[in-house]
């Protein structure tokens, strides 16, 4: 016999037990609302977690992502970006520039190392990501806000500080 467990948005559990093609009809029935579900099915020992996406309210990382290189391409000041920041040898200012502009243009949002990464990848900029995850945590640790404490492994979010946009918006007069 499987069991499973519903986990519905309003945090309610709804736990089934029963034939593995009748738990298979109930999931498909929550799937389709974005709600995450986990099996505990026959032979194997802890559960085994999935997760759908439905409406989500919070952008994606990805969307986030896409969003600042599309900016950084396309927007006001993308020449300027391109001949002071992007063309330069300068990592502190390459690291900061998805920071600048996703509090300048897109709010207070948190990104990791790996998200300054993909922008840096999708402008063709190379820089590896021990490389990005040093410069935040050391050369430019006096532009940027930690919004957690960074750990060996763990990635850290970032925003940039008032201090940093100061430093990006000099460059780019």
Do not use: C, W
Not at 9 to 24: M, Y
Not at 100 to 127: C, E, H, P, R, W
Not at 146 to 158: A, D, L
């Amino acid at each position: 016999m499987a069991k499973t467990t519903i986990k519905r948005p309003d945090g309610t559990l709804i736990e089934i037990s029963g034939a593995p093609e009748e738990i298979k009809n109930i999931l498909s029935l929550y799937s389709d609302n974005g709600t995450r579900h986990s099996e505990d099915n026959r032979g194997k020992k802890g559960r085994h977690h999935t997760e759908k996406k439905g409406n989500v309210k919070s952008e994606s990382p990805e969307d986030v992502v896409i969003k600042i290189v599309q900016e950084i391409r396309n927007g006001d000041q993308s020449e300027k970006i391109e001949s002071n920041i992007l063309e330069q040898s300068s990592q502190v200012d390459r690291v900061l520039l998805p920071l600048y502009i996703a509090k300048k243009y897109f709010g207070d949002i948190k990104m990791t190392s790996g998200d300054v990464y993909q922008v840096l990848k999708q402008l063709g900029v190379n820089m590896s990501m021990p490389n990005i995850s040093k410069t935040l945590a050391k050369a430019g640790s006096k532009y940027v806000i930690p919004h957690n404490r960074r750990k060996r492994g763990e990635s850290g979010q970032y925003t940039i500080a008032l201090r940093g946009e100061k430093y990006i918006s000099s460059l780019l007069e």
